[in-house]
């Protein structure tokens, strides 16, 4: 009884832990919602990565990363395959914590369940509630047009690449920048899937959405999107409320 008390606490004392700057570590998120009157709960797996920089005091932006499809499952490491959590291995002063969530297989994002997360971190570690923002490939790239046509006041700004949404959330998506990024010879997510978001945007009187085409490539737009060091400047320029 005594060894199970031990383990209790020490756990306790793990989940409780201040993040260490300049490391990724897998977490775990519980996110309760009613269904039909009855009470579900939905776990979420994921890396959080903290800066060097992270003192605890001075607040700091916070990135959400949405990966494709193929990432998904209960490898948490397929994650890592592309984007931020796989950049922040090397660049342990990338200027964003970044939460990089698992989607369950055979899945699409919840949206209730990632605008959640987010507030959960909000809540509990020095974020900068400012400086949210949201970025995703492929299936991501779907997840996160939606998340911030469902939640337009929680992102200061986004980058959904090959992806798509549903144009009749122009009007909430209006005045989030919003920087779109989609190769023309994508056979997986057609460029038009892109062109149609930033065209309703812009009929609904949005100026802030922008498409950049990559010519001649595929559905990999997303390896040189995220090498690009001006995307996170461009980022980090805006603030939410601004």
Same mark, same amino acid.
Do not use: C, N
């Given at each position: 009884a005594l060894a199970v008390l031990v383990v209790l606490l020490l756990a306790s *004392?793990?989940?409780?832990a201040d993040p260490v700057p300049g490391t990724q570590t897998a977490e775990q998120f519980s996110f309760k919602t009613t269904v039909d009157g009855t009470r579900v709960e939905t776990r979420v797996d994921y890396w959080l990565f903290v800066p060097q920089q992270y003192d605890g005091k001075q607040k700091l932006p916070l990135m959400l990363f949405l990966h494709g499809a193929g990432e998904?499952?209960? !490898?948490?490491d397929l994650v890592k395959k592309w984007g931020p959590p796989k950049i922040v291995a090397d660049r342990k002063d990338f200027p964003f914590l970044v939460a990089s969530p698992q989607c369950a297989s055979g899945k699409r994002w919840d949206t209730a369940a990632m605008a959640a997360l987010v507030e959960d971190l909000a809540g509990r570690l020095k974020i900068d509630r400012k400086r949210i923002y949201v970025t995703g490939l492929s299936m991501g790239g779907y997840g996160s047009w939606d998340l911030?046509?469902?939640h337009p006041r929680l992102f200061a700004a986004g980058v959904p690449i090959c +992806? +798509?949404?549903d144009p009749g *959330?122009?009007?909430?998506?209006?005045?989030?920048?919003?920087?779109?990024?989609? +190769? !023309?010879k994508d056979t997986a997510v057609p460029l038009a899937r892109?062109?149609?978001m930033v065209d309703a945007i812009a009929e609904a009187g949005g100026e802030k959405a922008t498409l950049t085409i990559y010519p001649g490539v595929g559905h990999n737009s997303w390896s040189a999107t995220y090498a690009n060091d001006k995307v996170? !400047?461009?980022l980090l320029s805006?603030?939410? +409320?601004?």
């Open positions: *004392t793990l989940a409780a998904r499952g209960d !490898d948490l911030m046509a469902r +992806g +798509g949404g *959330t122009a009007e909430a998506l209006k005045e989030i920048p919003i920087w779109v990024f989609h +190769g !023309d892109s062109q149609q996170y !400047d461009w805006h603030r939410r +409320g601004k």
